[in-house]
């Protein structure tokens, strides 16, 4: 194996990156998603919590990182692009999007997409008319190597849910069965360079005379299912593309780190079984099917019952029974330099009682720029001065955790793909 050679070529492909277009297309777009986090959040609490270059430098410097990650595992696993039917997917996801935007995601259209493909393929060997109609290639995917690919998408994903996913999380006012609580909205958007793989055939004379390394026995893991003709050889290159990837959360009965931690865990979970069955699918075909419906009906699964354990526990961040509780602190904020935290209890402010929200609100909109702060902490009582500068009038970088008196907040509706699609229909219809 020409070990210097391989780094060298996946080297030099990965960093044509910063010539690619549609990367920084998505780095673009990207940035449009969190400014309309920074746009909500201004609307809601008056001031944004981070700036726009921060988001997205942390997400174009996390998915740097897991474009790396992503390219070695492709260049290992040998999967040719070309093969995998990318192009159905594609427009199938786009139209998942119409029915959820959670719904454009490679688990959910290329499950379905590797389903038909193997049933077809199954079916068509008894009923020629059934594939007599369907492009030959679609019955042709690569199934195994699709699979391999969402599975290899989504343990990406996982590493950066868990070096990033945590980072500047959003305050945000939730209405549960429990009332209206406070917490956090983890929403993380990557940019993803990645080397991809082609496999084609060429004459042996031409394989021979290129640069190219020479590969172990065993690689390819997923193998090419192009022919090969007599006097030509298999030869695999590599190239750059483009992908992005997206992660949502709510962080409400757990801290936002603990969240993206835990969702990390079980994302990396379903990603490796996933690559194990469309492992096991190459070697033993009737296995396909049950792999390709595991890739949506796994990730679907893994979604309901990470949010039904999240609502299920006790809210973490509710009123205390005297005072307002800190929910989030603006960084570099006057509360921020004065020294308070999430989680702190205010019990006055320039010696008058917080009350509630509304009266909390109150006295900051009424109170000149300095704010004396009587402060719980765990079990030690503490006073704080802070100098808010005039553009804090408002709220001075705080946060507070709602009560039944909040005038905003936002609601969870769950629903499966079924009930969202019912939904979308009654609402197309009723137009």
Same mark, same amino acid.
């Given at each position: ?19 690619? #277009? ?88 290329? @499950? ?22 369907? #492009?030959?290639?679609? %019955?042709?995917?690569?199934? #195994? ?51 991809? /793989? ?28 192009t022919a090969v003709p007599a006097g030509q050889a298999l ?12 992660? @949502? ?31 096991? %699918? ?12 595991? %890739? ?37 904020? %006057? ?5 308070l935290q999430g989680g702190d ?17 109150? /006295?900051?909109?009424?109170?000149? #720029? ?62």
């Amino acid at each position: 194996m020409d070990f210097r050679l391989l780094v060298r070529i996946f080297i030099q492909t990965y960093s044509l990156f910063l010539l690619h #277009p549609l990367f920084w297309l998505v780095v673009f777009l990207v940035g449009m998603q969190y400014n309309r986090t920074i746009k909500t959040e201004k609307q809601v609490f008056g001031s944004a919590k981070f700036s726009l270059w921060q988001h997205t430098l942390i997400a174009a410097l996390s998915g740097l990182l897991g474009g790396l990650l992503a390219s070695a595992l492709l260049v290992f696993s040998g999967i040719s692009l070309v093969e995998i039917g990318i192009y159905y997917v594609w427009p199938l996801a786009l139209l998942f999007l119409l029915v959820n935007p959670r719904y454009l995601c490679f688990a959910y259209a290329g @499950g379905v997409v590797g389903a038909l493909s193997a049933l077809l393929r199954l079916l068509g060997a008894y009923f020629p008319v059934l594939s007599s109609g369907l #492009p030959a290639d679609f %019955a042709a995917i690569n199934i #195994p190597g699709l699979l391999a690919l969402i599975g290899i998408l989504h343990l990406t994903e996982s590493f950066l849910i868990a070096i990033s996913g945590h980072l500047y999380p959003s305050p945000l006012y939730l209405k549960t069965e429990k009332g209206v609580v406070g917490g956090f909205s983890l929403h993380k958007f990557w940019p993803l360079p990645l080397v991809g /793989l082609v496999a084609a055939a060429v004459p042996e004379a031409a394989a021979l005379s290129a640069e190219a390394a020479r590969m172990p026995q065993w690689w390819p893991v997923f193998a090419s299912s192009t022919a090969v003709p007599a006097g030509q050889a298999l030869m695999y290159m590599m190239f750059p593309i483009v992908a992005g990837l997206g992660y @949502g959360d709510l962080a409400v009965s757990t801290d936002p780190k603990q969240k993206s931690k835990s969702s990390a865990l079980n994302l990396g979970l379903y990603s490796i079984v996933l690559i194990a069955l469309a492992f096991l %699918a190459l070697h033993y075909p009737p296995a396909i099917i049950p792999a390709a419906l595991f %890739a949506p009906l796994g990730h679907e699964l893994l979604i309901i019952l990470g949010n039904k354990r999240e609502f299920a526990g006790a809210p973490l961040f509710v009123p205390p029974l005297q005072g307002v509780r800190v929910l989030d602190i603006f960084p570099g904020s %006057a509360a921020a330099k004065a020294g308070l935290q999430g989680g702190d209890i205010i019990l006055t402010v320039n010696g008058l009682e917080t009350g509630n929200y509304y009266f909390f609100q109150n /006295l900051l909109q009424n109170a000149g #720029p300095f704010l004396s702060l009587r402060v719980i902490r765990g079990e030690e009582e503490h006073s704080l001065l802070i100098k808010r500068r005039a553009s804090e009038k408002a709220h001075a970088g705080i946060v507070i955790v709602p009560d039944k008196g909040v005038p905003a907040f936002m609601e969870v509706r769950q629903l499966n793909f079924f009930s969202a699609l019912s939904e979308k229909l009654r609402r197309f219809t009723s137009k």
